[in-house]
């Protein structure tokens, strides 16, 4: 082995394995947390009407309050009622919006610490309603 091959095993090695064992520990995919007034969650379907979320967990920064948190669908589309919180007492998401390809809602960020479970209701190319997805907002 040469000398500059065992340097780029030891520079990339623990990089390459970190990330692989990050992927097979089946984490939630939380995003970075968003500081900015919009903040974006791409929804995804595919032919087999499997729902992908990016970021599945948003973050939302302690200050970032009346926050716009924005759902764009690819591969299908929002139906009414596509974007259902399990957990918000009923005041801290409103002013929605929806379009068919964009969800919008104000997230007021009263309550800091806490995580709210929401369902994606997405229809997929073929017309059919995909099972739900169960994501989460973190605030």
Not at 26 to 32: E, Q, S, Y
Not at 48 to 63: F, H, K, M, Q, Y
Not at 114 to 138: H, L, Q, S
Request: with cysteine; glycine share 10%.
């Amino acid at each position: 082995m040469t000398k500059h091959l065992r340097v780029l095993l030891a520079v990339c090695l623990p990089a390459l394995l970190a990330s692989g064992c990050a992927s097979l520990e089946g984490g939630r995919g939380a995003g970075a947390p968003c500081e900015t007034h919009y903040c974006r969650v791409t929804v995804s379907v595919d032919a087999s009407c499997r729902i992908t979320v990016n970021p599945e967990d948003l973050p939302i920064a302690a200050g970032n309050k009346n926050a716009v948190i924005q759902w764009d669908v690819v591969g299908g589309s929002f139906p009414q009622g596509a974007i259902a919180f399990k957990d918000d007492p009923g005041d801290e998401f409103h002013g929605w919006s929806h379009s068919p390809k964009v969800i919008t809602v104000v997230d007021r960020h009263e309550t800091v610490g806490r995580t709210y479970r929401y369902g994606v209701t997405v229809i997929g190319a073929n017309g059919k309603a995909c099972p739900t997805y169960d994501p989460t907002i973190m605030n």
